[in-house]
């Protein structure tokens, strides 16, 4: 089956460690998304990719980083300079230039 | 800063209504715009896409866009106990270098009780 696959699920982090999220995608998407949602919030986009060895940051950056070595995947790191890092954190691709994001099942990140 | 304001609610509405959720955008180029329902701690899940003024029906689902107004909203008929969830209103651009950028609203939570 075609998706979007995001692991872990749940990471506990302690303050001042690095945590990296994964994000695979079969689907033959070209673009990638990071999004990141907090209680009650909608989504904030952190980086997007539309193509590989090619990422642009989005509205909330700071304090994270992410490579796109490979079409299929995007990773995701939480460096310690993110000073809020406990959310829910969801992976998006799209195919159509409209703009349809489908997303993974999120990974939520909890710093202890 | 492009802005999408929904009602947070909760709305309520008894099984078998019409639930209607709304959702104004602030900038007017704003091409393509989207409904997604996200379930308690799921991921969100798209369910109506619209490009144009007017309206577009999907089941029980209908979908109203007016650029004029800088308005969409989503009607749910026949409303059922399952159809309770938050409701993301999106909104991004067509093409360029922005497809796929979609700026949220905060969600309106949606309760159809028995």
């Known amino acids: 089956d075609g998706g979007i696959t995001q692991s872990p699920k749940y990471l506990f982090r302690k303050e001042g460690q690095n945590v990296t999220l994964s994000c695979e995608q079969n689907?033959?998407?070209?673009?990638m998304y990071w999004y990141r949602q907090d209680p009650g919030q909608g989504l904030r986009l952190i980086y997007y990719s539309q193509i590989v060895n090619d990422f642009q940051k989005g509205d909330i950056a700071e304090g994270y980083s992410v490579s796109r070595e490979k079409k299929e995947s995007f990773p995701l790191t939480v460096t310690s300079a993110q000073k809020n890092p406990t959310a829910f954190y969801l992976c998006?691709?799209?195919?159509?230039?409209?703009?349809?994001?489908?997303f993974g099942e999120g990974s939520r990140l909890t710093v202890l | 800063q492009k802005e999408v304001e929904q009602n947070s609610g909760p709305l309520s509405v008894p099984e078998g209504a019409i639930a209607s959720l709304n959702c104004t955008y602030s900038d007017r180029v704003s091409q393509s715009f989207f409904w997604y329902r996200q379930y308690s701690g799921k991921s969100p899940e798209l369910i109506m896409s619209i490009y144009s003024n007017g309206d577009k029906e999907d089941g029980r689902f209908t979908a109203q866009l007016n650029k004029a107004s800088q308005y969409v909203s989503l009607l749910i008929r026949d409303s059922q106990p399952s159809d309770s969830a938050t409701y993301l209103c999106?909104?991004?651009?067509?093409?360029?270098?922005?497809?796929?950028?979609?700026?949220f609203g905060q969600g309106t939570i949606l309760t159809v009780h028995p």
């Open positions: 999106a909104v991004t651009y067509a093409g360029g270098t922005s497809y796929g950028k979609l700026t």
């Open positions: 689907l033959n998407h070209d673009a």
């Open positions: 998006a691709s799209t195919l159509s230039r409209r703009g349809e994001l489908f």
